[in-house]
């Protein structure tokens, strides 16, 4: 279907990001395919779902067989609980001292990595009333990040398995390096915990469940065998790394396009943009796009990044503005205002480039990438090839209800 077309109601900018969240379940179905029986899936939505919309492709993500979901911040656990959303949400990192009481309030899981908060969570829950709190440890295997020592850990998890009002829902630990070639370090890390596991044994502690592997690790079998696993790129159809292909049946999500607002010819000799960086050395066409680094096109993509134009390369003219950009028509290519342009593209067909390709030009990852869009880009989510729904940052529409759109 053409997303570009007016039918999509309420009408929206024309630079727009359309989320398949068939893909999502696609790459849900593909992820749970390499587990091992009885393996579960905790599907990891930080960060706004990588950009993506956190509660569309939550949504999507466990009606296709994931069984919890991950986030960063407190924020965005109730977030997620406020759309109605009740599946068990982990809260993946630390938390401040100050929002124990409001994680515990949405029945997010804590993730405990230090004595504070392990603390702060036990004096919240005397005031407290109501179904366990569940507690998550977090060991530091060699990342060193977030987590604590080895034997911290095991003294940690020693007390909240003591602890009546607490619930122990795992225990955890987080690659450094599992998106490269060489394993070896990861699976010192795995050595490390498994230490801190027999100690639990010889403390006549009950084997906790286990995860550790992100993405990376379940698509190399790194880890992806210890009761749960945490999977965040691969969910939106990216690879990892270089080194990490994504596993069969796997596709990206998230594609940008836009309309051209202004069609004009250059000649020979004249400058496009701020600061006249670029300066055309023969007649040309040029065309204007409705995206800027206001949107998260990062200032950065001037000079090296392209557009697609009817499936050809079109190269940016200048600079990046703030919500504008300049492309050459590619030659010999009848363009309108009013026509597609494609900005991020899933595979590449569309001449646009890859979340891949943005990220290799800026040095960067594809997360940074997909994170940096804005929420000036409207997402608009896709079933079955029909707009289900539309989510800008002053409205949200579903087919059966909107909201904010009174104006
Ligand atoms: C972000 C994150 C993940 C997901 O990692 P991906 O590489 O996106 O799969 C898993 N675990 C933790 C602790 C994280 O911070």
Known sequence: ????????????????????????????????????????????????????GANWVATAALEAGATALGVATVDEGVSLRQAGITAPILLIGAIDLDEVARACGANLQITVGDETLLAAVQRTIYNREGTDVVVHVKVDTGLHRYGAAPDIAVELIRRVYNDAGLRLGGVSTHFASADEADDEFSAEQLNVLDRVLKDLAGLGIPRPATHVANSAGTIRGLGADRGVVRAGISLYGVPPSHDVPLLPGMRPALSVVSRITRVMPL????????????????????????????????????HRSWAGINARHARLLGRVSMDQIVVEIPEGQAVAVGDTVNIISTDGEDAAPTVADLAAMLDTNTYEILVGLRARIPRVYLRAGEVEAVRTSSMEWTRDSISGADC
């Open 1 to 52: 279907m053409n997303v570009l077309q007016n039918a999509i109601v309420p009408p929206i900018r024309a630079t727009r990001a359309i989320v398949d969240l068939d893909a999502i379940a696609a790459n849900v179905q593909a992820l749970r395919s390499v587990l091992t029986s009885g393996c579960e899936l905790l599907a990891v939505v930080k960060a706004d779902g990588y950009g993506h």
């Open 267 to 302: 000649s020979r000799g004249d400058s496009v943009g701020y600061n006249r960086t670029f300066r055309a050395e023969s007649d040309m066409q040029a065309a204007l796009a409705p995206i800027g680094y206001g949107d998260g096109y990062r200032r950065g993509l001037a």
